[in-house]
């Protein structure tokens, strides 16, 4: 064994992070891997134990090569058909676990397809560690996590129940930091153990590929880390002579490294659940004994479905605690609202206006307003040399916010201010405005505990860089970071940077012609922002959906409570930004049309069958009517809008059992749409005003946008009708508006 320098750690680490983890050619022995075409439903590899632990199902001699064999000679006729026909009509989230036989031993068969292939792992039946009913076990746990108020009962609930049914000596979780370090935030273990709470793990012991992998997969087990792996026979598959790829594999064997890394711990079986959140990984439970442990299926099913609840609760309490804070924000947001929209010349002048509202915003020790490439600077700052040089390097970075709490890590040249700015939180508009707002923290020296020294000589054996073999606490002193920026901290700057663009926006609009162009690639770059995280709260959306999806529980009830009222929210804010875009048009005068025949009866039954059970709600009596035969010249979907808009305002702001009616008749050559309620009416000095962009009763519509009449209005315009509104108080109101007839063949 000899030591290396740290020139040549790097390269080591990355020989390290090639390794093949997810091509090993081997599994660990407690199961039998075979892989299976399904065109011909032959067996195409196996794991070399095979022929010895399917004997007992096996109808052919076990010496016979084994690519190309049918599945049925190994796990008999009767099984293999069986299996054929439920994997022909059934998902295979629905067949696993499928149970058979291998003479009287019973085994259980996880399947999964991947690269082209049909996986079959099979494991014998394991004896559950606990003597409680799982279903009893597990609908006790979820309630509990549903009912956790906060993100420190959340963990320990969830350790202290993965014990209790598991078995394990001990669980913990594990959450990954900024680059890559990790912290153990949770921990529950037999009494005789030195504790981990607390410590930190450098980001060498579980290497990027090794991340991947668990954010691929919700749980890896290992029931004995001295396990002698198991070829795959043949080495390379016979169709393509490519090693296996196992990364969705449940037996596949894990790096000596790994290995080696758990016997230095005392760890002699593990089992580690992923917690995900937004599609990345976000930490792990992780479970470990110090005695071989085999946790059967039912059981890892079981914490899966913790592992996957918790991860939702994590992320539904870090965004409740991330909205107090931003709503805690809400007055230092209207107050910088307020000065950019009058500010006399830039709108950014608006916040150099406001420098205490500014830092106070992001619990900022300095800040710089840069309007033009000039700075501004307020606190503790770079100097103005410094800053110019930082902005070049935050306009060249994605995203519409940059946030670290370690900038002389990604910016080398801020390692020379670290002790004024090595935090930053900065947004900058697209080039060639060469505008921004940064924030800046100063250093914050202190020390952190690790699980052993993170900066101990690495060691090799036979040319192979080798796992630590210290875990005891260790105490660094750490520079060159800030106190983290909290996420509420993060959307309110995000907000500040939208009601920036927001100002300038509608500066764009009251000017000349030739300011329409820049307008528009503002009006880009917030539908740019706004679609990315709706696209992804949708896909989030959906997966929560097929995770709790057959299942009856109060807890999954309550989820599904929770994702409608996702979604919901989504469609509004996607319904907003639709809005957003056709006032852009509209404004413009860009609002194009595709006019063509249109029924209105059959426009009239559309807008009855979405609209009604709206009208039920409230019990009102929603009536239409229409001429005979009428049609107009219309672009369907843009009329559709337009009715489907004066009806919901007319729903909403109609009391319980009220009367709505929507009537259509040709007077003086053209079609006149109107529809009436009996609401409390608009009052007469707002009545003018009801077309006007951002108009809207704010009693009882704290949502509305006031952008809907002022599109519709748009668009019958584009029709070459009108938009009309009259209304008395305590009567209600009528909305009429015209369209052309179509002209008759």
């Keep these: 064994m000899t030591s290396i320098t740290e020139q040549n750690l790097d390269a080591f680490l990355h020989n390290c992070a090639d390794e093949s983890i997810r091509t090993p050619g081997a599994i660990q022995p407690h199961g039998v891997l075979l892989t299976v075409d399904e065109s011909s439903w032959t067996v195409q590899q196996a794991s070399a134990n095979a022929s010895v632990m399917l004997n007992g199902a096996a109808d052919a001699p076990s010496d016979q090569p084994i690519s190309g064999r049918p599945l049925s000679s190994w796990l008999g006729e009767d099984q293999a058909r069986s299996l054929r026909e439920a994997v022909g009509s059934r998902a295979l989230e629905d067949i696993n676990p499928w149970a058979l036989h291998c003479g009287k031993q019973p085994l259980q068969a996880l399947l999964h397809r991947h690269a082209g292939l049909l996986f079959i792992e099979l494991e014998r039946v394991a004896e559950p560690a606990s003597t409680q009913p799982l279903d009893q076990h597990l609908g006790r746990t979820l309630r509990r996590l549903q009912s956790a108020k906060s993100l420190a009962a959340l963990y320990d609930i969830s350790v202290n129940e993965i014990r209790a ?97 758990m016997h230095n711990m005392g760890v002699r079986s593990s089992m580690s659940i992923s917690l995900l959140k937004d599609d990345q990984l976000w930490g792990l439970i992780s479970c470990g004994n110090r005695q071989p442990l085999q946790v059967p299926h039912p059981l890892r099913a079981a914490c899966q479905t913790i592992g996957q609840v918790l991860s939702m609760q994590i992320s539904a309490l870090e965004d409740v605690h991330a909205q107090r804070q931003r709503q805690a924000k809400e007055g230092l947001l209207k107050s910088l609202a307020h000065a950019m929209a009058n500010a006399a010349g830039d709108v950014y002048q608006g916040l150099a206006e406001q420098p205490d509202a500014l830092l106070a915003l992001a619990d900022a020790s300095g800040a710089a307003v840069i309007i033009d490439g000039e700075p501004q600077l307020f606190g503790q700052c770079p100097t103005t040399e410094q800053l110019r040089a930082l902005q070049r390097w935050v306009q060249q970075q994605p995203g519409p916010v940059i946030e670290t709490s370690r900038l002389g890590d990604v910016f080398p040249e801020a390692q020379g201010y ?233 729903i909403k702001f109609t009391p319980r059992e009220g009367r709505i009616s929507v009537t259509a008749m040709v007077e003086g050559g053209v079609a006149v749409i109107s529809v009436a309620d009996s609401g409390a009416g608009i009052a007469p000095d707002q009545l003018p005003h009801v077309f006007e962009r951002y108009w809207r009763i704010r009693e009882g519509n704290p949502s509305g946008s006031g952008l809907g009449l002022y599109i519709s209005q748009g668009i019958v315009r584009a029709h070459g009708g009108e938009l009309t509104a009259t209304s008395e108080a305590g009567q209600g109101s009528v909305f009429r508006f015209t369209v052309p007839l179509a002209t008759p063949a």
């Design 418 to 650: 670290q002790a004024v700015a090595s935090g930053l939180l900065a947004f900058s508009l697209p080039k060639p405005v060469d505008n921004a707002v940064l924030w800046f923290r100063p250093e914050v020296k202190g020390s952190v505990q690790w699980g052993g020294n993170p900066d101990a000589p690495k060691h090799l054996t036979a040319n192979r860089l080798q796992p630590r073999t210290s875990f005891e606490a260790w105490k660094k002193q750490v520079t060159g970071t800030s106190l983290l920026w909290t996420a509420g901290q993060v959307y309110a700057v995000s907000d500040l940077r939208r009601s920036a663009l927001e100002s300038d926006l509608s500066r764009q609009v009251l000017r000349e012609k030739d300011a329409v162009h820049a307008r528009d690639e503002l009006v880009a770059v917030v539908s740019h922002d706004l679609r990315s995280p709706l696209t992804a709260i949708v896909m989030q959306c959906g997966m929560m959906q097929r995770l709790v999806a057959a299942d009856a529980t109060p807890a999954a009830k309550r989820l599904h409570s929770a994702i409608d009222t996702l979604q919901r929210a989504t469609a509004r804010m996607t319904h907003l930004l639709d809005d957003l875009l056709d006032t852009s048009k509209i404004e413009a005068g860009r609002y194009s049309i595709s006019p063509q025949p249109v029924e209105v009866s059959q426009l009239l039954e559309d807008a009855w069958s979405l609209l009604t059970p709206l009208a039920l709600n409230k019990f009102i009596d929603l009536t239409f009517t229409t001429e005979p035969a009428l049609t107009i010249m219309a672009d369907p979907e843009r009329m559709f809008q337009v009715l489907s808009n004066l009806v919901g305002n007319a």
């Design 165 to 261: 049914l598991t078995g394990y000596d001990r669980v913990l979780i594990y959450r990954f930091q900024e680059q890559g370090h990790g912290q153990v935030i949770a921990e529950s273990a037999a009494s005789e153990l030195d504790t981990y709470q607390g410590l930190f793990f450098p980001a060498s012991d579980i290497p990027e590929q090794a991340r991947e992998l668990y954010r691929l997969n919700w749980l890896r087990i290992i029931p004995d880390a001295a396990y002698v792996p198991v070829a795959i026979v043949p080495a390379l598959r016979p169709d393509d002579g490519q090693l296996l790829d196992m990364s969705h594999s449940v037996l596949r064997s894990v790096s000596p490294i790994h290995c080696q890394y």
